[in-house]
Nanobody, 115 residues
Framework: QVQLVDSGGGLVQPGGSLRLSCAAS????????MAWYRQAPGKQRELVAH???????TYADSVKGRFTISRENAKNTVYLQMNSLQPEDTAVYYC?????????WGQGTQVTVSS
């Protein structure tokens, strides 16, 4: 049973924008904190942005002021709006849902920033 489906990646020029989406099953969305991670080639997976079930958000320093994470309860969906994208943002982006000792990952969506 698929719990998280992330989408919205693609190729964009430096300075451009993309919006990633993560559709979650209703049982997860209501109770779990949600986050976006990314993994660039040869690097470890890193946290990009996190949002609690109460809508408290945190961001990695590298994306503060450029990325925004949000939840749309009616659609059980979490978004990552990414603006002013730079080549160093190139990575596979993964949606994550976690609560206590339970967590789920999306399948990942590729974001490539290149001219």
């Amino acid at each position: 049973q698929v719990q998280l489906v992330d989408s919205g990646g693609g190729l964009v020029q430096p300075g451009g924008s993309l919006r990633l989406s993560c559709a979650a099953s209703a049982s997860i969305f209501r109770r779990f904190a949600m986050a976006w991670y990314r993994q660039a080639p040869g690097k470890q997976r890193e946290l990009v942005a996190h949002i609690t079930s109460g809508d408290t958000t945190t961001y990695a320093d590298s994306v503060k002021g450029r990325f925004t994470i949000s939840r749309e309860n009616a659609k059980n969906t979490v978004y990552l709006q990414m603006n002013s994208l730079q080549p160093e943002d190139t990575a596979v982006y993964y949606c994550y849902a976690g609560r206590l000792t339970t967590w789920y990952w999306g399948q990942g969506t590729q974001v490539t920033v290149s001219s």
